[in-house]
């Protein structure tokens, strides 16, 4: 159990253990007519997100609780992940064998006003749903392999991967606030 304070009450809150994110398994091969329920998901994070922090104060947004990610890191790992799943899909396109490797320690967002963290988080997730919405019903077919995972992964799988990847980091900001 945690404690927690609202409006100066404590309260007690039962922590359900979590599967850590490089222990989570991930069943691929999903058909194309699951990318409009993914690319859904996907863009609604940054509202999600938003909701989570509006009227935090800074100094919480920008702390590392347990030598973890603060909250700003965690929404700007999430705009770099963007721009590496733009990588991927390119990769796919272009008949890759095998995808780039994430990015597993993001730059220090701790400086940035949250607004910033934020619009850099959004540009970069409206860049990922464009280059999603270019793909063809050919490229969704386009299958190279995960670099960590060793599994075949299409642009289907990718976006199920995001949006739960997405999911992941808004817990942890949760956890934190």
Known sequence: QTQQYQNGTKIERAMIERLPWFERKFSFGLPAAMLAFYL???SGTAARMEEKVRGLSDKLMSERFEGKWSIKQNIGHLAEVDHISN??????????ETLSPAVFEPQDYNPWPIERV?????DARKSNLERYKQLTPKHLSLAPTHPRLKVKMNPVDLAFFDAEHDDHH???ISDII
């Open 40 to 42: 859904e998901r996907l």
């Open 87 to 96: 990588k991927r899909i390119d990769e796919m396109v272009a008949g890759a």
């Open 118 to 122: 934020i619009a850099f988080f959004r």
């Open 170 to 172: 808004l817990l942890k």
